[in-house]
């Protein structure tokens, strides 16, 4: 098959992809009732959109200024958070994370070609770790608010299902140290040599400074991972605290706050098995619904406070995006192949 034809039906499948997740969310949402759609809009009102929105832009600046210190070299904070927000844009259209790829290739006016790969796979590998912890903190964190302010719809036995299952956040952590411990980026650029690649040699090479950085990053840049990882996990509870002020703006404001935060909780573990979807909207709502359901709850209730969340994320990291058009100064421009 020719080199045309197969990138033409890769983007034929991508745009399919995409049409069918709009399906989804279309079916979803009409068994749900537009009208009751309609009605939770006119709940949040332009004041509380304002206000998620804004915690839109606290949670995504938080994990773009994560991704700054995860950079070796850095300039120009705002042109990161736009690529960034970006990146993040194109990954709800895209299946199998192409956003990362687009990061990288804008960040790396201001960072350089191979900094922008390492910085995007630290900031990555750390994002992994830190939301595990948080997801993890969280759980107990909705314990003491069950002691706190007890509430009879708050059940131990989902309580420690949401905690087993909090583990597996750690999986994806894991899976990644060991691609780095065991030198990935060596044995890739070995193996592109194997199947007849030219000019390898200054490849390797690249390869091998970069599983050494990525290696090395927490023992020679200890301040900058610390940095890194504490930020995205004040973003996850920046996170908990949109979905928390989302569920009340939208009338649900009968949940317990334990309760929301155990649902917030065992809703982002689910995401993590439609990573292997490669859709996104329609699945993320669908994933609201069933976790609520499952807690007992109307479905229809996660399922919207999932799409609302849905929309204020596109239009915050869409109002970032849009500062791409402010091009890095000369003096922030670093060489694509330092």
Request: net charge positive.
């Amino acid at each position: 098959m020719e080199a045309k034809t197969k990138i033409k039906l890769k983007k034929l499948s991508r745009i399919l992809l995409f049409v069918s997740s709009l399906l989804i969310l279309f079916f979803l949402l009409k068994g749900i009732g537009f009208d009751k759609v309609r009605d939770v809009f006119v709940k949040v009102g332009w004041g509380g959109a304002v206000i998620l929105i804004c915690c839109g832009f606290l949670e995504n600046g938080s994990d773009a200024l994560g991704l700054y210190f995860s950079l070796p070299k850095r300039k120009n904070f705002l042109y990161i958070f736009s690529s960034n927000c970006m990146g993040a844009l194109t990954n709800y259209v895209i299946p199998w994370e192409v956003g990362e790829i687009v990061k990288i290739g804008m960040i790396k006016s201001v960072a350089g070609s191979e900094n922008s790969i390492k910085g995007v796979v630290l900031w990555n590998y750390i994002y992994k770790l830190s939301k595990g912890c948080a997801i993890f903190a969280l759980v107990l964190l909705s314990l003491v608010f069950s002691f706190v302010l007890p509430d009879d719809s708050y059940h131990m036995d989902k309580f420690w299902l949401t905690a087993a299952c909090s583990m597996l956040g750690f999986l994806p952590y894991f899976g990644m140290m060991l691609l780095i411990k065991s030198n990935i980026s060596v044995k890739i650029v070995k193996l592109l040599k194997l199947l007849g690649k030219k000019n390898t040699d200054e490849l390797i090479e690249k390869a091998e400074r970069m599983d050494r950085d990525l290696k090395l990053f927490k023992k020679e840049r200890p301040a900058d991972y610390r940095k890194a990882f504490w930020l995205q996990y004040f973003a996850r509870h920046v996170s908990l605290l949109t979905f928390i002020l989302c569920t009340y703006f939208a009338g649900f404001d009968s949940y317990a706050i334990s309760v929301l935060i155990l649902i917030h909780c065992a809703i982002n573990l689910g995401n993590y098995l439609s990573a292997f979807i490669p859709m996104k909207f329609g699945v993320g709502e669908g994933i609201g619904y069933l976790i609520f359901a499952f807690f007992g709850f109307p479905g229809e209730v996660g399922g919207l406070v999932t799409f609302i969340l849905r929309i204020k994320a596109i239009i915050a990291m869409s109002l970032v995006s849009s500062l791409i058009i402010i091009k890095p100064r000369e003096n922030d421009r670093i060489s694509a192949g330092k």
